[in-house]
């Protein structure tokens, strides 16, 4: 079982290989693998579909009644909530890829004085615990103005995000052989624009990971939205926050709303999972 | 909630330069740009080196000291008063020494955080059989890579009502024992003081699962499949491949995860505690964040709450600090 | 190529999704700064949902057209983080004019920012707030002219409902008024098929919550007028009188009077609510919640909570709103915080089904009952002690009596418990304030 050094010539992820014939046959060693699969598929599900059948279920009698949905809808403004959401996570996740992605490249490739420091501070700053800091940040934020602005809650997400997406960024670049940049950037990459378009490809899997991660994190979040919206909206985490919930009854609205606001995250983690295997090879997708 | 999980990064481990085909977009020649000479390693492109690096890492790092460490410094500041918002009075440490000596049950806290930790690796075994078993392209991979995403698009929130309900005497649980004959062991598993963490960790590992899984299918495209076929040739069963050729590979991966996980054991999972025990029955599923949250919130002390959320930072920054020395990599966590 | 061209699309898709979103915050940003001209603007702050307050839209209504030129706008404020929401605001100069608060000792950490109602040159009369009753204003020290901080819409009780048809069909006639008639009742109710009480926590998650009879718990073992004790820590909690009392509630549960997952049960209002059980321990404010459902069979009954059949009943504050010291627009607060207690203001209340400040108004039958109970002969009405609890006993007590009652610790533990989360606080904490 000697671990043995990949053959020369390009490499070839499992994505690929599963193309060579017979390749695919001596895989499918039965189909146990493909059982464990669906029995993790239904225990990751059954829960969550059980409660979103629930939804449509008259508390008590179990009769069929979109009345919770109903309820949800009358309550708040649901789309146009998931609109502010989508709109701010847009903007963080583009600010954090733009800000976190040239940084991640400089401190793995770019040696300068203090650059270590610079990722322990990032790693460091994933882990402060955010109630902690939020009512210090709130403070800072009246003083400067930016309490009750759009601008100002996406200013707060972002720096936020931007720990993880250099810490994200940073590990990947260091991976990649210097040598492969080298190459790439004597190609076309002598200015800003170069760059940005040498690195999206070679980068994409951690991107796609920080993008589908971030967004998520903006779509669900609540305190720092409670905070430093404005008031005059809202985003669906603060709406669905605001149903009222004391009453099992209305727990169902809740949860029907809550169903349908995981729905965009989802739809962007699918766009972006493809990317997940990607990496150095392009093009020699699915 | 707003902390992004983190994630992997695809990262190959090539041994060799890879053809000129797989380099980047097309090699469209342009003007010769200034850095051909990089590979002499003159002192000047040292320097310009090291220029463009602090040019590209400024703007991340100023918005992080002013977003992140401007605003840790302060609370650290106030840990070491008590502070209503309004005024605060200077008192030392004995926010923290409240913390440690009379906090009601400052033990049985700080052994629920304690069994958080603990049940991380569990959860990450799962969750690398499961990226393995996609990875070696079952039937239905590509499906199933796309479902494992689901849970993790939840807010805590609406998985703690899900699974409050599941777990309920009357709830989804208890159902799908009676019909499988296993009658006997229903109950009310929220409401039992020793079985309501073991059922909050079992949600919460449910909750990360699906992070952790695209972690590692990302982590094992980067093997070469070559190895699988070489392991197999020599004979290996499927779980010592997975032993001792998969698992020494992605020890970066498994990190990874690991840090992931522990911050959201540390700060999201405040989320299912407060919708579905509230830190109950008694203080056997109080979490030292969700205690920072009552001190904070609930009692309006923002010293306490301050000096909790410095504990908390600090004992991720340890925890973390052990993982990444055992995962070996000293350059990086 | 095509790879290129392809991420060239992309790019540039991603491009344009980025715009649209950067020009949409720009667009929808920053915020509504009042200062039109001409027109006063104030803000209220609404603890949770219009649909739990929905006498709020009608008396900001009223009053707008009483006052051409003053508009209040109600903005609701998610319960769950109400109170850091507020601090946060208050902290920041950011606050409303008009907050509303619920009773409770958190009130207290507030009580710098909000205007005191009692002071000279105030636009409610001293006399208006003399006339309400002590138990629900919310004043510095118990009275009103020690600082009055807001003012209530309504007022509450601690008190149990029962079935007055299951009642009427297991055959009791009289209400239970000492635990040993409490008891007595259980397997009579248990014949007839139903849940004698029920418990659980009423879908908010968590255990249920045990403030409600902890009034009561402590009035069967001593008098009001020596509860100072326990704040000041004269008295222990820990002593055999108060353990005899919760042993007697854990009977309860022991003796099958509930439901077997009393901690966690989240159906607990709607199995009440459909007949299945017999009792429920709450308060007022669930009047219009279940009058739909057992409209006439819906009755009140205080927990007989002792041996000797004492009379007794908790009272509370309702909702209640404060002016804000950060606030520009004071004196059109004050006025109307005036005008809730006014016919207008109250018949607005009367109607959502809580009970108001003032008598007089025609009500559920259930809320007349209560209040006739209070008003009876022999009767003492107690406020809330929860309410001038510290704050870290409290906490405590919540964890703590829950599991007392169903057994998962000994009366005995429990009450230890509480008494050393006392006897940990500082002097400066332990001030006897209950005004009794």
């Known amino acids: 079982m000697a671990v043995q050094a990949a053959s020369s010539g390009p490499p070839t992820p499992a994505v690929v290989a599963s193309r060579r014939p017979g390749t695919a046959r001596a895989r499918l060693r039965g189909l146990g693998p493909s059982v464990v699969l669906l029995v993790i598929s239904i225990v990751l599900l059954y829960p969550v579909i059980d409660a979103a059948v629930g939804t449509f279920l008259t508390q008590g009698t179990g009769r069929p009644t979109l009345g919770y949905w109903r309820q949800a809808f009358a309550a708040i403004p649901v789309f146009k909530d998931m609109g502010v959401s989508a709109l701010l996570a847009i903007v963080v996740v583009a600010f954090v890829l733009l800000v976190a992605t040239p940084c991640g490249y400089a401190l793995a490739k770019l040696r300068f004085r203090g650059s270590g420091v610079v990722f322990l501070v990032a790693v460091a700053c994933m882990m402060i615990p955010i109630e902690s800091i939020l009512i210090p940040e709130y403070i800072n934020f009246v003083r400067l103005g930016l309490v009750g602005t759009l601008w100002g809650t996406a200013l707060v997400y972002i720096g936020m995000g931007i720990p993880f997406g250099v810490f994200l960024t940073t590990n990947y670049f260091r991976n990649i052989p210097d040598s492969l940049i080298e190459a ?54 603060v709406g669905l926050a605001g149903l009222p919930g004391t009453h099992v009854a209305n727990t169902n609205a809740l949860v029907a709303g809550s169903v349908l606001s995981a729905v965009p995250p989802v739809l962007v983690y699918l766009v972006f999972q493809r990317y997940l295997i990607s990496g150095l090879t392009l093009g020699a997708e699915k | 909630m707003t902390q992004p999980f983190s994630g992997s990064s695809g990262a190959a481990t090539f041994t060799d330069v890879a053809a000129p085909e797989d380099r980047g977009p097309a090699a469209e020649v342009q003007r010769v740009p200034r850095r051909v000479g990089a590979r002499s390693g003159s002192s000047a492109t040292f320097r310009r080196r090291a220029q463009t690096g602090i040019l590209f890492a400024l703007p991340a790092t100023v918005l992080v000291a002013g977003i992140m460490l401007l605003p840790l410094f302060q609370a650290a500041y106030y840990s070491f008063t008590t502070w209503n918002g309004l005024t605060s009075t200077y008192v030392g440490f004995s926010s923290y020494t409240q913390l440690f000596f009379h906090t009601v049950s400052i033990g049985q806290i700080v052994e629920n955080n304690a069994w958080v930790v603990l049940s991380i690796p569990v959860g990450l075994a799962l969750a690398l059989v499961a990226a393995f078993l996609t990875a070696t392209r079952a039937v239905g991979w590509k499906l199933f890579r796309k479902l494992v995403f689901f849970p993790v698009a939840l807010s805590w929130v609406v998985i703690g009502i899900v699974f409050g309900a599941f777990l309920a005497q009357d ?47 990302s982590g094992l495209a980067t093997i070469p499949p070559d190895l699988f076929d070489a392991a197999r040739v020599d004979g290996a ?56 949250y009552q001190e904070a919130f609930s009692l309006g002390n923002f010293g306490t709450a301050a000096a909790l959320g410095m504990v908390l930072f600090a004992m991720m920054v340890v925890v973390t600090g052990v993982v990444g020395v055992i995962s070996g990599r000293s350059s990086s966590i | 190529m095509q790879v290129t061209t392809s991420i060239r699309r992309k790019g540039l898709g991603l491009g344009v999704a980025v715009m649209a979103a950067v020009l949409g915050l720009a667009a929808c940003g920053g915020g509504g700064s009042s200062a039109a001209g001409g027109k006063t603007k104030l803000t209220l702050w609404v603890d949770g949902s219009i649909s739990g307050s929905p006498e709020v839209p009608v008396q900001i209504k009223t009053f707008e057209k009483a006052h051409p030129g003053v508009t209040i706008q109600a903005v609701i404020k998610p319960s769950a983080n109400y109170f850091a929401t507020l601090q946060a605001a208050l902290i920041s100069g950011k606050a409303p004019d008009l907050v509303s608060l619920y009773a409770g000792s958190y009130l207290n950490t507030l009580e710098p920012y909000l205007v005191d109602l009692h002071a000279p040159g105030d636009v409610i009369s001293n006399s208006t707030l003399n006339n309400i009753p002590d138990e629900a204003v919310w004043t510095k020290s118990g009275k009103v002219s020690s600082g009055t901080y807001a003012i209530p819409e309504s007022e509450q009780f601690y008190n149990g409902y029962y079935n007055k048809a299951l009642f009427a069909r297991a055959g009791i006639t009289s209400l239970p008024q000492t635990w040993s008639q409490l008891y007595a009742t259980c397997p009579k109710l248990k014949a007839i098929g139903v849940t004698p009480i029920v418990y659980g926590n009423d879908g908010n998650g968590g255990e249920f919550w045990s403030l409600a009879e902890w009034s009561y718990l402590l009035a069967g073992a001593t008098p009001a007028s020596a509860w100072n004790g326990f704040l000041t820590g004269k008295l222990s909690y820990d002593s055999p009188a108060m353990i005899a009392q919760i042993t007697n509630w854990a009977k309860l549960y022991t003796d099958g009077c509930t439901n077997a997952n009393a901690l966690t049960d989240a159906n607990n209002q709607p199995e009440f609510e459909h007949g299945k059980a017999a009792m429920i321990i709450e308060g007022s404010w669930d009047t219009p919640v279940f009058q739909p459902y057992l409209k006439d069979n819906l009755g009140v009954f205080e927990p007989p909570y002792s041996t000797s059949g004492k009379h007794m009943i908790v009272e509370l504050a309702g909702q209640g709103f404060g002016v804000t010291k950060s606030s520009p627009n004071k004196a059109i607060a004050e006025q109307f915080l005036a005008s809730i207690l006014t016919k207008s203001g109250q018949t607005a209340l009367v109607k959502t089904g809580q009970i108001p400040i003032y008598t007089g108004y025609p009500m559920p039958p259930a809320n007349q009952q209560l209040l006739q109970t209070a008003g009876g002969a022999g ?34 533990a429990a009450l230890q418990q509480i008494e050393a989360a006392l006897q940990d606080l500082p002097a400066s904490q332990k001030s006897a304030i209950y005004p009794i």
């Not at chain 1, 490809?201 to 669900?220: E, H, K, Y």
């Not at chain 2, 992605?250 to 989320?271: C, D, E, K, N, P």
């Open chain 3, 379 to 412: 009767e003492q009405v107690y406020p809330m002690f929860d309410n001038y609890m510290q704050q870290s006993v409290t906490t405590v007590a919540l964890k703590v009596l829950d599991q007392a009652f169903v057994g998962q610790i000994t009366p005995t």
């Open chain 1, 184 to 237: 790439a950037l004597v190609d076309g990459a002598g200015n800003v624009a170069g760059f940005w378009r040498v690195m999206l490809p070679l980068a994409r899997p951690a991107l796609a990971i920080v993008a589908v991660m971030q967004f998520l994190g903006v779509w669900n979040d609540l305190l720092t939205a409670l905070l430093f919206m404005p008031q005059s909206v809202q985003t669906i985490g």
């Open chain 2, 171 to 217: 709830g989804g649980l208890n159902a799908v024992m009676r019909g499988s004959g296993l009658a006997r062991l229903t109950q009310d598993w929220l409401g039992s003081p020793a079985l309501a963490m073991p059922a909050l960790l079992v949600t919460f590992g449910w909750a990360m699962f699906g992070i952790n899984t695209i972690i590692f299918i």
């Open chain 2, 237 to 292: 069963g499927t779980f010592r491949v997975l032993l001792h050729v998969v698992l020494p590979l992605m020890r970066r991966f498994v990190g990874l995860a690991f840090v992931v996980t522990l911050i959201s054991g540390f700060t999201g999972i405040f989320g299912l505690i407060y919708v579905m025990t509230s830190g109950g029955p008694g203080f056997s599923t109080t979490t030292l964040e969700f205690q920072v």
